[in-house]
């Protein structure tokens, strides 16, 4: 059992109260209150579906790529649409990649699809790039980072030999209707390395035939 308090003490504890700027009576009478979490729950945005956040990558990336990306987004779009992008694993991600592979057109320069099946990862890629820099997904759980691009193969294209280049120049020198253009044409190709699409070579025929 305590002693009873002296005078002096009530004294120090009144003077203590007082310059904490606490009334007495609030000891008595004011009751503890367990502080209230805030809600932040109610705070963060929703994850939205891969239909729902494509149109808004659209809008945030340049026409070209927009474009670019189309076909592969509609892809994503057709398989997944409904679901959030949270619930889309990298598996999966990889499964329709291999699908857009081998559904590929076949054209000239085919590499037997593996160049749809990067520009698909790179566009999946692209929409959660986005949701990252949204601040919507951690990039620890995001999907397409996991998800590796297919190997690309050795380019077919090759140099002449020294002897191709030379039977080439000898045909060139030789036949046609004008083998003096040709050749210097020929030559212009050689040195500069430039192709039918760069217009060097149609610019060079047009000057040298208004001579």
Known sequence: MTNPATRQDLEAARLLLSRLGVDPADLVTA?????VAADTEGDERPMPTIREWIPVVAGLVSRSTAASYGSYWNKAEAEWGDRAMDTITASEIKA??????????????????????????????????HL???????????PARRVTKPRRNASTRRALSNNQLAELNDVVA?????????????RLHEETASNARSGRAGSFRREHRGR
Do not use: M, Q
């Open 31 to 35: 009751g503890w209150e367990e502080p």
């Open 96 to 129: 329709l990649s291999e699908l857009v592979r081998s559904t590929a057109l076949v054209r000239r320069n085919s590499r037997g699809g593996r160049n749809a099946a990067e520009n698909f990862v790179a566009a999946v890629r692209c929409l959660y790039r």
């Open 132 to 142: 990252e820099n949204d601040g919507r997904l951690d990039r620890h759980r995001n």
């Open 174 to 186: 030789s036949t046609g209707d004008d083998p003096v253009l040709d050749s210097l044409i020929c």
